[in-house]
Structures are given as C-alpha cells and as structure tokens.
C-alpha cells in the first residue's frame, strides 16, 4: 500500500468528480495526500498534470499522474486489488461500464442542460433527465447497490446523483426526483448515503450550494448576454 | 476460442464503429458471424440486445449482448487473453483509455462539428479539429503505432480518421489534414493501413462517399429548416 508521499490527489471539496475517487481509495484503504485546488487560480502541477483537459481530479501516484474520474477509479482498482470495484467477469464487467457511461453522458448531461437552462429548454432538459433516471430505476430494481450488494465501481460513479443532484434541483429550479416514481432509486440513494465511507466524505451543503449558486447565476447571465 | 455459433457481431459495412469491433476480432483470430443491420429497420435481434441507445456495432458472446465498441474493445480483451490490446500495466492502460477518450470527445467531436456545419461554423470546428489533431501528433511523436511497435487498442480506437476521415473531409467540404503540418499523424495513418488486418477489413470507398453525401445533405437541410 502506497504511503501518503506517493499518492496525492489533485481536486476540490465541492466537486463530484472528486468524490469518486476519494471514495474509491476510502473503500480500498488506500493513504493519500488530499491536494485542494483553486480552479480559478490552478496550481502549476494540476495544469503540469493535466495538460489537455485541465481538470480535478488528478491522481498522482510516485509522481506519474492519471486523470478523468472514471479512469482514475479502473487505474486504482487495476492496481490494488483488494476490495475490487468492478466484478471479475467480463460480461458484468461491460456491463458496469455501459451504464457508467449512461450516467454520464445521458443522465448527467440532462441534468446539467436542466441546470444551466430555463423556461420551455428547462421543461425539456427536466423530460429528458426523468427518461434516464426512468432507465436506472429499472436497471437498480429491487438490488441494494447496483452490483449487489456491496457498493461498486457503478454506485460510485453514480454517487453524485444521491448527494448532489437536490443541490442541483433546488438551485436549478426543476424537480424531477420523486420517491413513488422512482422506489428504487430512492432506496439506493439512502442505502448509499448509509455508507460509512461515503457518509464520512461528502461536502458541507452550504459551501455546496453556494457553489452552485454562483455557477448558475453565471450561467443565465453567460446566457442572456448571447 | 468460440465459434461462428457462439459469436455475432451485428454491424454496418460503412460503420467506423464497426469496423473497431471488426479489427478486434481479426487481430485475436476469432470466428464470428456478421450481421449486416439496416439502420432505417433495425432488426428485432439489436432492438433487443441494445434497447437503450438502438446503435451498432453489438457484440452477442453466447446470447449475451454487449454494445459501446469502446466496451466492446475493453470485453473483448479481458475475454481473449492472446494477443493483448491494451498493456499489462495499470498506468498504461490508463494513459490509452485517456487519449481513446480524448479521440472520440474532442477529435470526433470537432470533426462531427466541421461535417455537420457549414460556413463561419465550419471554420471554428475545422479550427478545433487541428487543434485536437495537434495534440495526437505530439502523443505519437515517431512512434509507429500508439502503442509502439504494434498496433494496439488506441490505434483501433483512433483507425476511422486513416480512413474515414479523408471522405469526411471531401464530403465535408473542410480540410485539416497537411502532411507538413501533420508529419507523424501522417506517419501513422500509413502504418495503420498498411496492417494486413486492416487493410483487408475496410469499406468500399464509393459506398462510404454516398453514406457521407447523403448524410451530409440531410444533416444541411435539417439545419436549413431550423
């Protein structure tokens, strides 16, 4: 197991992205150094780091830095083996992945359209964030965690969804969870909250909403001045 | 290794996404039966193996459908050991799936851009496009393949610009690829074509140019009624 001179982490305590990979060194036991960034100041080893993308987070581990959340959580669980996040086989394995994708590109990406919009783009982007999660719904079903029933590489991805998404809503001006349409999000989302290790590692709702605040509030000006 | 009854691959001949899945299989020696799709009437049989996102290629491995060729590469792998496509080593392997992202999200997706879009529009994406080329030049530098001296996942990954690209190109009424501007991309696309798999494995250019024509007039007049 890497000390914590070896593994540093590059993010900020409001990002989801972040979390991800907080959670998945957490569950695996893993020491590291929590490096906190100013993105609208970015350190030189971020930007040394990530070069192309210039974003949190950034795993650097015995100096060699690996970005993108969801690469960052395969590099780890390649690397320690212990308590691994993906299943073994390769079919559930492709499995994961494709609904990793799906949360992020078609959930996700709803969401944020849902977020940074208003008026009648807002009530479509609203449509097509219930769509996705609708997908997910039946895909958890009546399992604890989406692997089963311990959390996994897909509950930590979608993790987000549980903690920051009534952030979203509520700044955002849009609601779409509600527990009788979507049960068993609804028990995931409370099963995952329950975690210790998740439960331990979320950031502060005022600190998050303001956050968002400001994001959006630059959002619809960005918007109006278009 | 499984045969022509265990292994379906469901498909378009002018598919670059197909064409992945394709290689694939032919670089790791495998049998598999080629189900030509219809995209204008989707066969019951990838309805049912894709129902969310309706897309080829899918990969059906004993019944067992698996989509997203990205995932589809990454199964295919994990599955057939001989022969790896991606390194042995975690830092490796992410550092391909990094600039395989970075290919579909930035390169693909700027090229999609200039194809779809004509005037000052076409000029901003055709700009993004070198600029996301610009970056793949350096990542090869003189290296013959991405991944050194054999061709690997990201040059399976990165095979539709050697060779759908120029057509997009044409059809597109844009141009970003320059030898002297593009020397070791240049390189590459040479070597890429050159492997007998590949090269043994692509679509006929006339049909690939009608796909891209009548495409690109639809994707024009949609725009125009807007």
Redesign the interface.
């Known amino acids: 197991m890497a000390g914590a001179d070896h593994l540093k982490l590059l993010g900020t305590k409001q990002s989801m992205f972040t979390y991800r990979v907080v959670w998945a060194l957490k569950l695996k036991g893993i020491e590291y150094e929590f490096i906190e960034e100013d993105l609208f100041n970015k350190s030189s080893l971020l930007l040394q780091s990530n070069p192309?993308h210039k974003k949190v987070p950034v795993l650097v581990?015995a100096g060699?830095p690996?970005?993108?959340s969801r690469?960052?959580l395969?590099?780890i669980d390649?690397?320690w083996k212990e308590r691994p996040m993906l299943p073994e086989d390769?079919?559930e394995?492709?499995h994961m992945?494709?609904w990793a994708?799906?949360v992020d590109d078609k959930l996700m990406e709803a969401s944020r359209k849902a977020f940074a919009s208003s008026g009648e783009d807002q009530a479509k982007a609203t449509e097509l964030t219930a769509e996705a999660l609708k997908?997910l719904e039946e895909e958890i079903g009546g399992k604890k965690f989406f692997g089963g029933e311990e959390m996994g590489f897909l509950d930590i991805m979608m993790g987000w969804f549980a903690y920051w998404f009534p952030f979203i809503e509520e700044v955002g001006g849009f609601k779409v969870m509600d527990p009788t349409k979507f049960p068993c999000i609804t028990a995931w989302t409370n099963n995952f909250l329950q975690v210790p290790i998740v439960h331990q590692n979320l950031p502060q709702p005022d600190e998050l909403r303001n956050v968002f605040l400001g994001f959006r509030s630059f959002l619809l000006s960005a918007h109006k001045d278009h």
Chains 1, 2 share one sequence.
């Open positions: 192309i581990h060699k690996i970005s993108e690469l960052i395969e590099y390649e690397t390769p079919l394995r492709a992945r494709f994708s799906f997908f």
